[in-house]
Every structure is written in structure tokens, then in C-alpha cells.
């Protein structure tokens, strides 16, 4: 399952998230999502747990629970929406 971590301290890091979900199950992946320009974090992340038991038991205990200080909210990812393709703005010659 991949659930949602939001509101996180800009000093949180992927290791930091792992071992706090660690402790309901199998962690397969954190990552902390990052601005491309700056490298610094965007205060929210993705947690990925096989075990959809586990995966609900952490949202259930977590949410609401302080991370560095900040009171976290946890939920299941919902799906990557497609996004609608920009508008192709051509300059036309008359």
C-alpha cells in the first residue's frame, strides 16, 4: 500500500520515515519529495508497505502523531491522476 505522509519538518529524511513506519511492518520504500530547484523538502512524502494490515495499522496510529515537532497526517496515497496535456500555444503567422 502506499500511503501519504503530510506536514513534515523540512529536517525529516527518508531514513528518518522509514524507521517510524518500521516499527508496524515491512517498509519497501520512503521517499521524501524534494524541490528540483533547491534540493530541499517539500514537507511531504510517500511511504510504500506490502502489507496492506500493517499499512492500515500505521495510518490508523500515526496520523495525527509528532514527527521533529509537527503533528503529521498519514493517509492512503490515492492514485497519480493523468494530467490534461498544456495547451500548445504555436505563434501562427498570418
Known amino acids: 500500500m502506499n500511503?501519504?505522509?503530510?506536514?513534515?519538518?523540512?529536517?525529516?529524511q527518508d531514513e528518518d520515515l522509514?524507521?517510524?513506519?518500521?516499527?508496524y511492518g515491512e517498509v519497501s520504500s520512503v521517499k521524501v519529495?524534494?524541490?528540483?530547484?533547491?534540493?530541499?523538502?517539500r514537507g511531504f512524502a510517500f511511504v510504500e508497505m506490502p502489507d496492506n494490515a500493517a499499512a492500515q495499522k500505521a495510518i490508523q496510529e500515526l496520523d495525527?502523531?509528532?514527527?521533529?515537532?509537527?503533528?503529521i497526517k498519514v493517509t492512503e496515497a490515492r492514485p497519480k491522476?493523468?494530467?490534461s496535456q498544456k495547451p500548445s500555444y504555436s505563434k501562427s503567422r498570418w
Open 3 to 12: 500511503i501519504y505522509v503530510s506536514n513534515l519538518s523540512f529536517a525529516v
Open 18 to 23: 522509514r524507521e517510524f513506519f518500521a516499527e
Open 33 to 41: 519529495i524534494t524541490d528540483k530547484l533547491t534540493n530541499r523538502s
Open 64 to 71: 495525527g502523531g509528532m514527527v521533529d515537532g509537527r503533528s
Open 81 to 83: 491522476e493523468e494530467r
